[in-house]
């Protein structure tokens, strides 16, 4: 038996008690002929009590760190107790031990605060993977499995598997390709999502369906993103929209409760997705704080419905608000003295590539209720007051305003507020703010090829009510520069987004389940029968033998885990993550094949 117990089960109550634990070695202090040794696993760290007395082999073979030890011992109350351990209370006193194996010098420490960097950690994760924070964000993420199983469970839901080795699904990115040895010069896609398999589960009468599964995606991996990722791939037969919201909304309230212990009994918030772009300038809003965005001047297409305040900022001179396109302020609360120091780094900041505005306007909202304004020279107290007052600013608050082109100044004001919580401490990681975004446009416009493509993915149904302007319409845009006047831009369709804490934590749309819309949706998007055909000419097959009406969801595991771990970076919630490069660093890979496998491959090189 190679232990009794734990190294992070024995209290008082085990006082005098003989025991065997075996573990890691943590720490090594020598105190003349007496040493104490950490023993560290899974479950905490015990104090072992060496003395060379009776273990004279420990002055030809000392101990070292991370070497495996098992030991035998009695159970003895400490006199020096270290509360900070759950075992604080007791030692061992060692008795006999062997060292079952032995470790060559981690190359950094096996601690909170370790002295190892990114890339050594990453080379090491089976190093790195003993370190207690980054062991929690493990037991993170089971929890949050279990969770989701159980209650997805408890609602009938099935978890049923769906292949790796399939051919492109269309989330939008670029599809891993592996070759087929017995079908030379053929390619099999890695699944961006189950997508498609789930949609042809319902077909098949498996009304609720849920997988914990692998993505692959091979995108340009821009901060925190992996090629691989983890979802809570979930659909459902016979729903509408309102059911799909609350069966979700349920499943991460019971994830609040069974990994955080936190009871979300508030209602979750919903916004259109037109709201979010107009309150936020953005369709994942932080609502954890309010700072919404006053719109002083906009496009009339973009907001066909909303007022506008331009007559705010109009009839004086000010070419820069004149000439833009946009205007947009944010009242910041409680920052009115900020001084100049201060309002020319945030000048700075907006104008960094990344955000790209030429500048920063600003009205200080003084506590007496006069007004200080970079605009001073252009616009009267009573406009700045009025300015002031349609950006809900109160005396006392910082009002910020930018002008320019309407999606580039939309996405800086949202990346402002953003910006000016954190340094203000308004976005807590304790504090969990869940929202849906909901009616998001079913059409995106793109540039490069002057057509439509699927906002979400092309399985999504429009609105019921919108379902004639795509029939009726002519998806071919005449004007480019116009084209959120053509009609589809207009179009809304049931899909919507769950957001935490303003990130993106799941998304999923009520599906087209009859072939003829389908097939209009996929013409919609430019692809003609043939293409059709030879892509989804399955789905479609599958939709002439009663498809139900389905809707689904999926949620992105890594991100929600890490989000409940108060961090927004997913890597090191992930076992064996790759680093920013997509690269494996501990298994070198992507790596090179043999000679002989491109050869069976029939596959030759043709590197540029
Ligand atoms: N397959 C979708 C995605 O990965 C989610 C869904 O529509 O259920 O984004």
């Known amino acids: ?106 190359p950094f420490t096996i601690q909170d605060d370790t002295d190892g960097g990114d890339d050594l ?30 209650y997805l469970h408890e609602n009938n839901f099935m978890d049923i598997e769906t292949p790796f080795l399939i051919k492109s699904t ?80 349920g499943l991460v309230k019971r994830i609040f409760k069974d990994v955080k212990n936190i009871d979300y009994t508030e209602i979750v918030q919903r916004m259109t997705w037109e709201e979010a772009m107009w309150n936020y300038g953005n369709d994942k809003p932080d609502i954890r704080f309010n700072m919404q965005v006053c719109n002083l001047k906009f496009p009339a297409h973009t907001f066909p419905t909303k007022e506008s305040l331009s007559a705010l900022i109009e009839g004086v001179a000010f070419p820069v608000f004149d000439n833009a396109e946009t205007v947009v302020a944010i009242a910041v609360p409680g920052c009115s003295e900020y001084s100049r120091k201060q309002t020319d780094e945030l000048t ?97 416009y793109d540039e490069e090829g002057n057509r439509w493509v699927a906002r979400h993915h092309p399985f999504t149904s429009p609105k019921p009510d919108q379902i004639a302007t795509m029939i009726n319409n002519n998806p071919a845009i005449e004007n480019a520069a116009e084209y959120l006047k053509h009609p589809y831009a207009s179009i809304k369709a049931n899909a919507y987004d769950m957001v935490l804490n303003g990130n993106e934590i799941g998304g999923g749309s009520i599906r087209i389940f009859q072939r003829e819309l389908q097939e209009k949706m996929f013409a919609a998007l430019g692809m003609d029968a043939e293409e059709q055909q030879h892509k989804f000419g399955f789905l479609l097959g599958a939709f002439e033998y009663g498809a139900p009406p389905h809707g689904g969801i999926a949620f992105g595991f890594d991100r929600l885990c890490a989000l409940l771990g108060g961090s927004e970076g997913i890597r090191d919630f992930i076992a064996f993550p790759k680093n920013n490069s997509g690269r494996d660093v501990m298994l070198d890979a992507p790596s090179t094949i043999d000679d002989k496998q491109f050869e069976e491959l029939q596959i030759k090189l043709n590197l540029k």
């Not at 189950?194 to 009468?205: A, C, E, I, N, R």
């Not at 600003?362 to 616009?379: L, V």
């Not at 007051?385 to 349609?390: C, F, N, S, V």
């Open 1 to 106: 038996m190679y232990r009794s117990h734990t190294c992070g089960e024995l209290r008082l109550a085990d006082n005098q008690k003989e025991v065997t634990l075996s573990g890691w070695v943590q720490t090594i202090r020598k105190f003349g002929s007496i040493s104490f040794v950490d023993l560290r696993d899974r479950y905490g760290i015990t104090q072992l009590l060496f003395s060379e007395n009776h273990h004279p082999q420990l002055e030809a073979n000392p101990l070292g760190r991370e070497f495996v030890l098992q030991v035998k011992g009695i159970v003895n109350e400490r006199s020096n107790k270290n509360p900070q351990l759950p075992t604080g209370d007791i030692e061992i006193a060692v008795s006999s031990f062997s060292i079952l194996n032995k470790s060559a010098v981690p």
């Open 121 to 150: 950690r990453m080379k090491y994760r089976y190093l790195d993977l003993r370190r207690n924070a980054v062991k929690k964000n493990l037991e993170i993420r089971y929890s949050v499995n279990r969770s989701a199983r159980n």
């Open 170 to 249: 269309p989330e939008g990115a670029r599809d891993f390709v592996v070759p087929s040895r017995m079908n030379a010069g053929q390619f099999y896609a890695l699944p961006q999502s189950p997508q498609t398999f789930k949609q042809l589960l319902m077909v098949s009468g498996y009304d609720r369906y849920y997988q914990i599964v692998k993505c692959f995606r091979d995108e340009d991996l821009r901060a925190d993103r992996q090629p691989e990722f983890t979802q809570i791939d979930c659909e459902m037969s016979f729903v509408e929209q309102e059911d799909i919201l609350q069966m979700f909304e």
């Open 348 to 444: 700075e900041w907006v104008k960094r590539p990344q955000i790209g505005m030429k500048g920063l306007a600003f009205i200080k909202c003084n506590a007496d209720g006069s007004f200080k304004s970079s605009m001073d020279k252009f616009y009267s107290e009573e406009k700045l007051k009025a300015m002031a007052a349609a950006a809900g600013a109160k005396p006392g608050d910082l009002v910020l305003l930018l002008a320019g082109a309407e999606e580039r100044t939309r996405k800086a004001i949202s990346d402002l507020r953003l910006y000016l919580a954190q340094t203000l401490g308004l976005r807590k990681n304790d504090e969990f703010k869940l929202l849906w975004v909901i009616d998001f446009p079913l059409f995106e």
